[in-house]
């Protein structure tokens, strides 16, 4: 039921966000959330905010026929960042659905085949297409989803094995039964498998690194694409510029999508990156109004920039660690805090209950620390994602805010 609880408005000209800090109301808080994890270079940043006013200036709209010299550019200055069998891109998205949806388009006409597998507990996006392939009921149950071709197999989740194996004994078999689903449970048709390489929304669940490989060996035996959606893994967020050439390069994966944190503080922009000889689809086959404008190039090409002559990705390296350790000691300190994961700064920790995960994001915004849940609030994952500008002493902070908030839950 929608809920009828009532809500104060605030006017968001009040509201106001600067580097890894947000000021709401007169407070101001660490947004340990990177806005919907998608401001990843945190708040008003001027590098790239001088150079959207400036194209403001200029014009806000242009058909993508006119921009698209400047989407070649972006995707050269992209080059040094890619798996080296990625060859091709189209910036045609805004959201990471539709990007996703156009990947699901891509490997269907390369292929000639129908059928999309995806893990449960996988979060792809909001549009139908999208949310029929994602793997949580809870976001179908009340609609009518039709994707007749979406098939769901069990997550990589080593902590809670939907077959109660071990992983040091396991011979990843989450992987090797996907041959099992193609053969017993599709219509034979298998296009492509989409993946993230993290499971974001589903709860920061980590695959062992061996999964890829078995993946990748058994999608090649088969004939079968892999696409990375790497929504919320992609630029910078787990240490390398993508997942797919970092901790899961041996998913090399197809087709890569991205979105989110492209935009650098907040812009939205999307696009699809793949092997050159699964460019397939004619202008008229994926497109959408605003899809390569001028403001999300201008962000994505300045994010792109930035990173690397900031030595973001070296901040990553130092920041991450330091995070991820000082979580490990809180699961130590604290018993309800367990199951710490992750890669970079895409961190989480797990509390006993999805009730228990809502109450400490309230107490967490008491201390000044905005963080987020998984699976919208049916999870038992908190998340914790500053942006990749962090700085060692603002890690320092949010650990600090992380143990007042589980102080703080613990005594209640």
């Known amino acids: 039921m929608k809920s009828n609880t009532q809500i104060t408005p605030v006017p968001f000209e009040s509201h106001r966000g600067s580097g890894i800090h947000l000021f709401l109301n007169g407070n101001r808080y660490i947004d340990c959330a990177s806005g919907t994890f998608n401001v990843s270079l945190g708040y008003a940043l001027p590098e790239v905010t001088e150079a959207l006013h400036a194209q403001l200036d200029r014009t806000a ?54 059928d999309i597998v995806s893990l449960f507990l996988s979060h792809h996006g909001q549009s139908i297409t999208a949310t029929g392939m994602s793997g949580n009921a ?3 149950r009340s609609f009518t989803l039709p994707f007749a071709g979406s098939l769901k197999i069990p997550a990589p989740d080593c902590v809670n094995c939907f077959y109660r194996q071990l992983p040091d004994t396991c011979g990843m078999l989450c992987a090797r039964r996907l041959e099992d689903f193609v053969e017993f449970a599709s219509s034979g048709r298998v296009a492509a498998i989409v993946i993230e390489p993290i499971l974001g929304n589903g709860g920061n669940i980590t695959p062992p690194v061996e999964y890829f ?20 893994t992609g630029f910078g967020r787990t240490g390398s510029f993508f997942a797919s050439n970092g901790f899961a390069k041996d998913l090399k994966p197809d087709i890569i999508t991205f979105a989110k944190g492209a935009g650098g503080v907040g812009i939205p922009v999307a696009g699809v990156l793949m092997r050159r000889e699964l460019d397939v689809l004619e202008p008229w086959e994926h497109s959408t109004t605003s899809g390569a404008n001028p403001l999300s190039l201008v962000a994505l090409e300045e994010t792109v920039k930035y990173i690397r002559s900031h030595n973001v990705l070296d901040n990553v390296a130092i920041t991450s660690k330091l995070l991820k350790d000082g979580l490990i000691d809180l699961a130590m300190s604290f018993p309800q805090v367990g199951n710490v994961k992750g890669v970079g700064l895409m961190l989480a920790f797990d509390l006993p ?7 400490f994001i309230e107490i967490a915004r008491e201390h000044g620390l905005i963080v987020r849940g998984s699976r919208y609030g049916f ?32 005594g209640e």
Do not use: M
């Open 61 to 114: 709209h242009l058909s993508s026929d006119l921009t698209r010299p400047k989407s070649q550019e972006i995707f050269e200055l992209l080059r040094d960042f890619l798996p080296d069998h990625i060859e091709s891109y189209w910036f045609r998205d805004l959201t990471g659905s539709t990007a996703n949806e156009c990947a699901v388009r891509i490997a269907q006409k390369a292929t000639g085949k129908t």
């Open 138 to 140: 809870f976001r179908q």
């Open 213 to 232: 490989s078995v993946l990748r060996e058994i999608c090649d035996r088969h004939g079968i694409l892999i696409i990375a959606d790497e929504v919320q």
């Open 353 to 359: 209950s999805a009730l228990g995960v809502s109450r």
């Open 379 to 410: 999870g038992n994952t908190v998340k914790v994602r500053p942006p990749l500008t962090v700085s060692e002493t603002d890690v320092q902070d949010i650990l600090d805010a992380l143990r007042s908030s589980l102080e703080q839950l613990e």
